[in-house]
């Protein structure tokens, strides 16, 4: 059952930080629809990307997973055989539901790939070789200062031949292109249904949390930590999807 995103839909005398508790979580698959352009493509993409790169009997990581999208769409489409996903966030309401969602999977799709759904701190987390690594609209709510240390234990870890899938929300140094942007963007949410004062006290909620970069940080940060290559293989107004190579 898909329960609809009125978290802010009443004024608040104080908008709190944005935290993804059970009150998100059980709104997570509306909300991330109705705010992200394009995420359902790229959710469906990701499982192809992950089908080509994905190496018999190696490691998959879906690292932030939230409620475990980016993971249901690799079980779809990974074919190689002994192959495991671990999936990873640290806030418990997400890990919770998410497990819901594997086992519902487990349920509708022949010989799933078998899937492990931890809480932890991705920033912490020891990471064995593996093939396939997916940070998927998760990098921004990293901390800027402990970025480019994650990205190069995931460089480290990946396999020759493996990849890693970057999903963001973008920044632009132009003005204008930001705030174009910006406001398509904001137009974006209108159309599916989100008010004046939904749009307004989300973006308070979420301001300190999520740090966006821009495109160039990006790639200049996957070189610094040891990518070969990356290209973006995805964008819909201000959001992307990049593509790095060990």
């Known amino acids: 059952m898909t329960h609809t995103d009125n978290l802010f839909s009443t004024r608040k005398s104080q908008v709190a930080d944005f935290v993804f508790d059970h009150d998100v979580a059980r709104v997570f698959p509306d909300m991330i629809k109705r705010s992200v352009p394009g995420y359902p493509t790229i959710v469906e993409s990701i499982g192809l990307i992950a089908g080509q790169h994905a190496t ?10 939230s409620l475990g999208a980016a993971t249901q769409s690799m079980r779809r489409h990974v074919r190689a ?5 671990t999936a990873v966030d640290n806030a418990s309401a997400m890990v919770e539901r998410c497990r819901e ?10 010989e799933p790939c078998p899937v ?3 809480e932890a701190d991705i920033t912490r987390l020891e990471l064995a070789p ?16 402990e970025r480019l240390a994650l990205l190069t234990r995931i460089r480290e870890a990946l396999l020759p031949g493996g990849v890693m899938i970057l999903s963001e929300k973008l920044q632009f140094t132009d003005d204008a292109t930001q705030h174009c942007l910006e406001q398509l963007h904001y137009a974006f949410k209108r159309a ?34 040891g ?20």
């Open 192 to 225: 599916n249904g989100y008010s004046e004062l939904e749009i307004a006290q989300k973006r308070s909620a979420i301001e300190n949390v999520m740090i966006p970069d821009t495109l160039e940080t990006h790639t200049q940060r996957l070189s610094a930590a």
């Open 227 to 246: 990518f070969s290559h990356a290209h973006t293989w995805f964008q819909c107004l201000n959001f992307c999807s990049m593509i790095a190579y060990p």
């Open 81 to 85: 055989e002994g192959c495991r996903i």
């Open 101 to 110: 969602y594997m086992v519902a999977q487990d349920a509708m799709v022949e």
């Open 130 to 145: 593996c093939s396939v690594v997916v940070l998927n609209f998760t990098l921004q709510f990293v901390a800027p200062a």
């Open 56 to 65: 018999s009997g190696t490691r998959l990581y879906d690292l932030g997973c």
């Open 116 to 118: 492990e759904v931890v």
